[in-house]
């Protein structure tokens, strides 16, 4: 009978991801595809046009530039992009990164409220979030605001797993926190700053709480959140090195 119930068990909850899964993807593919808001915002500034330019053309846009102002500090806008860019033309790529970037913000949201709440208002508020038309103007556009706001609300959403969550391992909340942690200081350093004081008092709710694995659980978070930031940055400054070759972060 106990076997039984721990089959039932795994079954239930992998039913529940699933319908977790396809309620965050319906809502995305909505937002996305089926809202009517337009899949190329256009751009909003001089910067949105030199992003946009620098993840197109790379080297191309530096090897001309005095001065490569942003260069190091935009990379999780330019590298990821221009990935795509590559792999197809820049039009599907601009579009499967403004795809991405609703995904992510309709999965850290419906999560985040799912896990205070249940999966009707998580649907709600995910959808009511993803046809903002801030959001989805800023995700339609190569300024950096749209990827911002998705890096946020996803490193909101890992510090509340942090801090009320029951992940099976007690160190991934930490280091996907600081794989996040490593993308916001590529797009922004001033955004990090932001986002971590968010995150910072959401886990200390848990910390708090739980006075006897206070200290474990907080050495076990930085470690995998350093540990998760230094993966982040090597990836991002690979990146750069090979968009844009023979250019140093440090000088």
């Known amino acids: 009978?106990?076997?039984?119930?721990?089959?039932?068990?795994?079954?239930?909850?992998?039913?529940?991801?699933?319908?977790?899964?396809?309620?965050?993807?319906?809502?995305?593919?909505?937002?996305?595809?089926?809202?009517?808001?337009?899949?190329?915002?256009?751009?909003?500034s001089p910067d949105s046009e030199?992003?946009?330019?620098?993840?197109?053309?790379?080297?191309?846009?530096?090897?001309?530039?005095?001065?490569?102002?942003?260069?190091?500090?935009?990379?999780g806008y330019i590298a990821p992009v221009r990935l795509l860019v590559m792999t197809a033309d820049p039009w599907v790529g601009f579009?499967?990164?403004?795809?991405?970037?609703?995904?992510?913000?309709?999965?850290?949201?419906y999560l985040l409220v799912k896990r205070a709440?249940?999966?009707?208002?998580?649907?709600?508020v995910a959808l009511f979030a993803s046809l903002n038309t801030m959001v989805l103007s800023y995700v339609g556009n190569p300024y950096l605001t749209g990827a911002i706001l998705a890096a946020t609300t996803l490193f909101l959403a890992l510090a509340?797993?942090?801090?009320?969550?029951?992940?099976?391992?007690?160190?991934?909340?930490?280091?996907?926190?600081?794989?996040?942690?490593?993308?916001?200081?590529?797009?922004?350093?001033?955004?990090?700053?932001?986002?971590l004081s968010?995150?910072?008092?959401?886990?200390?709710?848990?910390l708090l709480g739980d006075s006897e694995r206070r200290w474990r659980h907080l050495v076990i978070d930085v470690g995998a959140a350093?540990?998760?930031?230094?993966?982040?940055?090597?990836v991002f400054l690979a990146a750069g090195a090979v968009i844009f070759p023979g250019r140093s972060w440090l000088g």
């Open 50 to 75: 030199f992003y946009a330019s620098l993840a197109i053309f790379g080297s191309d846009v530096t090897d001309r530039a005095l001065e490569p102002a942003y260069t190091w500090t935009r990379l």
């Open 117 to 124: 709440s249940g999966r009707p208002l998580a649907v709600g």
């Open 160 to 195: 509340a797993w942090c801090a009320i969550g029951a992940p099976r391992s007690r160190w991934l909340p930490g280091a996907l926190s600081g794989l996040v942690a490593g993308w916001l200081v590529m797009l922004n350093p001033y955004a990090l700053f932001l986002a």
């Open 95 to 109: 579009a499967v990164w403004r795809f991405l970037l609703l995904l992510v913000l309709v999965g850290s949201i």
């Open 1 to 44: 009978m106990h076997r039984l119930g721990v089959i039932r068990h795994l079954q239930r909850g992998r039913l529940t991801r699933v319908i977790d899964l396809v309620a965050i993807l319906g809502i995305t593919v909505f937002s996305a595809f089926l809202s009517g808001s337009r899949t190329w915002a256009g751009f909003n």
């Open 198 to 206: 968010m995150w910072l008092a959401v886990r200390a709710i848990g």
């Open 226 to 234: 350093l540990f998760g930031f230094a993966v982040s940055m090597g």
